[in-house]
């Protein structure tokens, strides 16, 4: 493959390069990449923001992490935090820094991720700046959303005995990166090992390139449902659930035999030799939506076309009770779902 | 001092501690800090976002610049971007990734720079992560602001015969960086030393704690100015000018005579050994704004009460020239100004 240092473009051939990359594809988008800020407009009444940021070594590990499912990943981080506000976003500003050990050509996988992401989201990129780093990979990324003050979903706003609901499955995004970093152990000790990754599929496909769930967000939409609370699930499920809680003053009851959990996350905590549970519970960067809504309003709800699942509701007392298969109560405390 | 260890805090003890110190105070800012996204809103027509990141190393260099300094000019970085779009920044989010050798007294240093920044300048902190580094420290800040649309400066709309005009003074940040290097050094090789920086205030102070030129937009305001074209000056003189030039398909002609220099840019740059328009005219980080207007304008502004310099005008053909103090045309050429 070829190889492009960095500095034969230049800092302004790279942000060349990497604006012939992107059109401006919404009307709310006035002025895009160039000039020292990004303009943008809305008829919507509020104006959304959230910010996060992506380290070599801290959030990803290049040596089993494509590039170009990075730069999908960071957008997906991203558009999550707008989404779980029930709102869409529209527009994101990426800064990345990065070290000589680059070329122009890996900086092009970052932002074809990028564009993938902001292609099939409907996302105009707008600003942003790229520098150099000393040692490795850095990535920050702003999302900017519009919506109308009726339509927010709060983290405080939970109602007792609204019924919680969980997006898509749980556990898939923390036994996918166990996967990968044992089969990377196992290449340190023994290089000529081919691991065959197939069987884990998809738990790699849910750490590596994680989908941000417009689709749940569309779904509210449609059947005029604006959720009463609602979170992205980036610590896990445990995590935010007391997110919920403490925001809105309230315990919540949730029910194992109820956790949308597929019958692979079970066999293959067990070849990780790991509790299932920590998984489900504790497993973080799963970007599924974590929602509650009053009882009426989710039974008048037809499921069969979208993976919404319940799995408790929130109580007065402020309990926070996982209820076993077994029957037993266990206490999801403040500090979250501890290994018991 | 004392020192706390980040992790006797924890993430959510280190965001709590972070919120407590900020309040809001725009209307504008319906939500801040602890939900998955920042909501604002505005009366006006458009909104300016802009993004930077300044990482330890590359942009700064924590062995002579305190933390209160460095999370102060984090802010001024990106307000600048807003003001010289001629509109005022509201709203900002911060990102900061820490290795452990911090402790959460410094990561107060950091933050009470940036309390001082947005107290001073009317600014909101909305949003934002913490979290963890391999080596060093990262921060990243996007900053939110608001205009009309009949209000906001462009690159690209500079006019044929537009005086070009520049706030402040010119050189002192470079400057003061290269004094900054070099009382390093001696002291890498001398450590008694203790250096007698007083001399070098002014420049040390410009590169330390630049200071964003919200009064010069101020002043375009009380006198009913929008500036044709705007900029403000990171990466010096000649490069902004360039871009103005290129975005606006203009040449210009600027005149050493009139450049604002200070008499101290030419004896310490004789003591520094560099020449003094190497300085002036490719020092970066002065954060001064870099504009233009109709000549008629120009002369009925009063400019006794603010440091606004006119040091040459826009042309038709697209030369690039300085007229040097002897009367010799020097072109800046596509590159900027090189040695000479």
């Given at each position: ?163 919680i ?76 659930l ?10 919540f009851k949730i029910f ?55 799995i408790g ?9 996982l ?18």
């Open positions: 493959m070829k190889r492009t240092e960095i500095n034969e473009l230049g800092e302004f051939g790279i942000i060349n390069r990497i604006n012939s990359k992107f059109r401006k594809n919404h009307k709310t988008t006035i002025l895009g990449i160039g000039d020292d800020a990004a303009i943008t407009n809305t008829d919507k009444e509020l104006i959304l923001t959230s910010s996060d940021m992506l380290i070599e070594g801290i959030h990803f590990d290049l040596s089993y992490t494509p590039l170009k499912h990075l730069g999908y990943k960071l957008v997906m981080v991203n558009l999550s935090d707008i989404f779980s506000m029930n709102c869409y976003p529209n527009h994101i500003l990426i800064n990345l820094a990065i070290s000589n050990k680059f070329s122009v050509e890996a900086i092009d996988e970052i932002y074809d991720g990028i564009k993938y992401a902001c292609d099939e989201y409907n996302i105009d990129l707008v600003g942003g700046d790229t520098s150099s780093s000393i040692s490795g990979l850095i990535m920050s990324c702003t999302v900017i959303g519009y919506g109308d003050k009726k339509q927010i979903s709060y983290r405080d706003k939970a109602k007792v005995d609204d019924i609901c969980v997006s898509g499955n749980l556990g898939r995004a923390y036994l996918g990166l166990l996967v990968l970093q044992r089969e990377k152990n196992k290449f340190i000790h023994d290089p000529k090992n081919q691991p065959d990754l197939s069987k884990y599929k998809k738990v790699i496909e849910k750490q590596l390139r994680p989908k941000a769930r417009k689709d749940i967000i569309d779904f509210f939409n449609s059947n005029k449902i604006i959720p009463n609370s609602m979170i992205d699930i980036s610590d896990g499920l445990s995590s935010e007391l997110h919920i809680s403490n925001s809105s003053d309230l315990g194992e035999e109820k956790l949308p959990i597929e019958s692979e996350i079970y066999s293959l905590s067990k070849e990780l030799n790991i509790d299932y549970m920590e998984a489900v519970l504790s497993g973080g960067e799963e970007y599924e939506l974590l929602f509650s809504m009053p009882l009426d309003k989710f039974e008048n709800l037809n499921l069969d076309k979208i993976d919404i699942t319940p509701h929130f109580t007065k007392n402020k309990k926070r009770i209820v076993q298969k077994d029957g037993k109560n266990i206490d999801l405390n403040t500090k979250g779902w501890i290994h018991f």
